[in-house]
């Protein structure tokens, strides 16, 4: 199961729209109606195995000013040129892609950077890669001063510094607001 906190989807269907005249491209329907429900997302503690190929999913794409945004994406044109575009990023610099042409279109490939972003089918469409997609539920994240009770409760007080509240203040930030939901189309 697909777990996804999804970026926010205010004026989604003009963002997609302004994206497909700026490329002259289409989005397969199936993936239109996912960005119009999550503008992507982040998927924190999701992976994925197809074949021989497995990785995580940082997040998929979105529109605007979000985590993971197409406008970050300095190659689209190339990515476009190949009929392709990414939809999502894993932790390695790998892509997750969806074909556009009749050939390809709806199918989701692995796209390794390893290997000249060699293409590896995962799926023939997107609704088959979120089944093959397995996420944990992010549990609630604990404050900065429970952090440091409980350590200090546990006898491990002389290991606070600036570092560890660091570490600690960055896992806050990134999970702190987070809402997963589970993907459904």
């Known amino acids: 199961m697909l777990l996804i906190s999804k970026f926010d989807t205010t004026d989604i ?10 490329y002259g491209i289409t989005l397969p329907e199936r993936y239109r109606q996912f960005m119009l429900k999550y503008n ?27 985590g993971y945004s197409f406008s970050e994406i300095v190659d689209m044109e190339e990515w476009i040129k190949s009929n392709i575009i990414p939809i999502a990023s894993d932790s390695f610099g790998n892509r997750i892609v969806i074909g556009l042409d009749k050939e390809k279109e709806g199918k989701i490939f692995f796209s390794d950077h390893e290997k000249e972003f060699k293409l590896t089918l995962l799926s023939d469409t997107l609704e088959e890669f979120f089944t093959i997609c397995k996420s944990k539920k992010i549990r609630p994240v604990r404050t900065m001063e429970e952090r440091e009770r409980d350590l200090i409760a546990n006898g491990y007080g002389d290991m606070l510094d600036d570092e560890l509240r660091k570490c600690w203040q960055e896992e806050i930030d990134l999970y702190g607001g987070i809402h997963q939901e589970k993907v459904s189309l």
Do not use: H, L, N
């Open 13 to 22: 269907d003009a963002k997609i729209a302004e994206f497909e005249s700026k």
């Open 40 to 66: 992507g997302g982040m998927t924190p503690e999701t992976k994925f195995k197809a074949g021989k190929e497995s990785s995580d999913i940082r997040a998929f794409y979105g529109f605007g000013d979000v």
